[in-house]
């Protein structure tokens, strides 16, 4: 048995710590992310579990500016169409609220699903095939948690038109849209989450109902 | 700012020792798990990211054995379909392949995903109802790591027929079928995962492709 494989109380306390203090980061420093830091980060997505191990995630790294800009652009019209939605008592609050970091965050990755890799030999996805996509959300919380444990912020933009970005990105056709990552240093660190501190959601209790 | 919030290098080799030692554990001992742990695994999941923090999984911990019979008897049912849709080259070693631990485990969880939940008031998902989805896999994630660090062992069930959950589970028409859990002490530690060792499928390399 190799070194580390057996984990102790003050591991587990690491781990509670780092699930505690993840965030959902949108206000960014703009300061770039050492090189050698993002390539530990890409690493970690090598360790994430899928579906026989299918590892469906496509990751692009997106720097070039047009291509950003494209992407603001469309979140600013799903934003501001999201809020139309909203009754006018709640759109001033949802207007408030900063959701994404996409004007200043220095590292953005296109996250997309395979939906027919090579890997894995379609183990376990043929009664569910919702398995791939569970496996790219599993890549996704690994490496926010991977980052936050680095001392950086990263954030989720899930308000962008799924087809406009497969076509953005001109990506192969088994390529389907999961979502784009702002990461890099945050503004601040902060022990209460944004949308509690805003009133928008408290947490509720995860419940376990036995049967 | 409160203590634990910044993170050492030590933090990061923690975490990644968890990533890098996790396993799909089909193998169980059949000895319960302490009520105690289990609360402390129930908890991680109260710090998994949600879109707009609308918490959308739901959890059922299967306990009743006529329950826990028809899950392993739809198993057994779709594997068996599974292992027909492969050329014979392939399926004697699919058929060597021990997919579940549904014989052993105990603790079984079954795992579904609220559809439209009420918190979070539809905050981040209008374009992308996916994003519940990927909720639930990053509360199942955020489990099988908390559950490692406990040195116990978790599998996901894929093979089964998500319709046929549905019913047995009678849940209400909002719920969505995700996943199901085994978990317990494992047999044995294995610093090589199943699927490597049997030969099925090695670990290729994540690629950030630049744009």
Chains 1, 2 share one sequence.
Not at 103 to 126: C, K, M, N, W, Y
Not at 164 to 176: G, H, S
């Amino acid at each position: 048995m190799e070194a580390g494989m057996v984990f102790t109380q003050a591991d587990a306390e690491t781990l509670q710590h780092i699930l505690r203090w993840r965030r959902d980061v949108r206000h960014f420093r703009p300061d770039p992310v050492d090189e050698a830091v993002l390539e530990r980060l890409r690493a970690a997505m090598d360790y994430v579990p899928s579906v026989g191990n299918s590892r469906p995630w496509r990751v692009i790294r997106v720097t070039d500016k047009a291509l950003r800009d494209t992407v603001r652009a469309d979140f600013l019209r799903c934003n501001a169409e999201a809020a139309a939605s909203y009754p006018p008592e709640l759109r001033a609050a949802y207007l408030a609220l900063k959701l994404a970091g996409l004007d200043r965050a220095p590292v953005q990755l296109a996250i997309f699903t395979s939906i027919d890799p090579a890997e894995g030999h379609g183990l376990g996805r043929q009664t569910l095939p919702q398995t791939l996509r569970q496996s790219t959300a599993m890549a996704v919380h690994t490496l926010w948690l991977a980052a936050r444990v680095e001392n950086l912020g990263l954030g989720l933009v899930s308000i962008l038109d799924p087809s406009a970005m497969e076509r953005l990105f001109a990506v192969p056709p088994e390529w389907e849209w999961a979502t784009y990552i702002c990461l890099g240093h945050p503004e601040q660190s902060d022990d209460t989450p944004l949308l509690h501190r805003a009133g928008w959601q408290d947490n509720t209790r995860t419940v376990w109902e036995e049967r």
